[in-house]
């Protein structure tokens, strides 16, 4: 996206965006201490299941990054062609 087009977003959705995304960032702690308890409490579980959990989080780390970069690259042709 040319920075043109960044521009055309109306400055009040910018500052609410912005103060939203912080109001977001300050509570985000409070949503990784349920998982590392989870984590912590269930360690020997998870060990006896490592190599699939792993794989688990491999691809859909893999799959996340496809479907990232496909989205992404039909919205920048899309701005491209109305340029």
């Known amino acids: 996206m040319s920075k043109k087009n960044y521009y055309k977003i109306p400055i009040n959705f910018q500052i ?35 190599v699939p959990v792993m794989l688990v989080i491999i691809i859909g780390t893999l799959l996340t990054l496809a479907v990232t970069a496909f989205v992404m690259d039909k919205l920048l042709k899309e701005v491209n062609k109305d340029d």
């Open 16 to 50: 609410n965006l912005i103060n939203s995304a912080e109001n977001l960032l300050n509570y985000l702690p409070l949503l990784f201490i349920p998982v590392g308890v989870g984590v912590v409490m269930h360690l020997s579980l998870l060990e006896d299941n490592l």
